[in-house]
């Protein structure tokens, strides 16, 4: 995916919105060079979704602009209402994982990673088929390729989940807690097919609230509170030596639950 010269793969500027009365975004900006991971963290109801879930569109900012390579959306749309040739052209450039999996019951593993490129990509049945069989081979799930969801364990579904994503071939990975519904004993493996993917090269936008993955694996970290990027920066500086007192406090609670 070629990129504006100079430029970051992902660039989004001042990104708005709001669910009736509730504010949730407030101009929001997220920039991302090609190769890098960065993470999104801050309390419950900061924004932290909304603001992945509008990179992807699954949510249509309010006001702001979403560029990823050369794909490039201004909100509102002209008319409010989005082309849908331009909304299928951004969501082609990135992949993401759910905090729920998300999967097909009704479709084996290999379904579920090859129902996107045969389906909305229109690609080759037999090309799709071999690329998936190495990207379950890549997160470690080689041998379950015939087993349905109900068959695996969540992490084991998450990694599927990760291995769909990979499958359109995007330029972005977007991850959205892919471990918060995981059993404890569950979370090194996905994280470790992370720590992967991002030892890999690929770039990554993460939300989540595994401090430690962000602090090995993280390029950036923005900290996020009512809507607005409080603290951002590398991860020694964001988690290690906060300016913020807001920032602080949530890292001692984080540490400190109770």
């Given amino acids: 995916m070629s990129t504006p010269a ?7 500027r ?12 407030r101009g929001v900006d997220v920039l991302a060079d090609a190769g890098t991971v960065t993470v999104l963290i801050g309390p419950s109801g900061s924004g932290k ?6 990179l992807n569109l699954l949510e249509v900012p309010d006001a702001g602009s979403v560029r990823i390579g050369q794909a490039r959306m201004e909100f509102p749309a002209p008319g ?15 992949g993401m994982v759910f905090q729920a999996h ?3 019951p009704h479709l084996t593993v290999l379904g579920n990673v090859t129902e996107g490129p045969v389906v909305v990509q229109r690609r080759p049945p037999a090309e799709v088929r071999a690329e998936a069989l ?17 068959q695996l364990s969540g992490g084991q579904q998450q990694r599927v989940g990760i291995a769909r994503a990979l499958a359109i071939r995007p ?3 977007l991850f959205d807690e892919p471990t918060s519904a995981l059993d404890p004993e569950l979370v090194g493996e996905v994280l470790a097919v992370m720590k992967d993917l991002a030892d890999q090269g690929w770039t990554m936008v993460v939300v989540t609230h595994e401090m430690r993955f962000a602090r090995q694996v993280a390029d950036r970290v923005l900290f996020l509170d009512g809507g607005v990027v409080v603290e951002e920066g590398a991860p020694a500086e964001v988690l290690g030596a906060p300016r913020h007192e807001r920032t602080r406090r949530f890292l001692h609670r984080l540490a400190d639950p109770l």
């Fill in 6 to 12: 100079g430029g970051p793969l992902l660039e989004a």
């Fill in 14 to 25: 001042g990104l708005e919105k709001s669910f009736g009365d509730n504010h949730v975004l």
């Fill in 49 to 54: 979704t909304t603001v992945l879930r509008s």
């Fill in 80 to 94: 409010g209402r989005p082309d849908r040739r331009a909304v299928a052209r951004l969501r082609a450039q990135s």
């Fill in 102 to 104: 998300n999967l097909f």
């Fill in 134 to 150: 190495a990207l379950l081979e890549r997160v470690g799930l080689a041998g379950k390729a015939e087993q349905y969801p109900h």
């Fill in 171 to 173: 330029a972005l990975l």
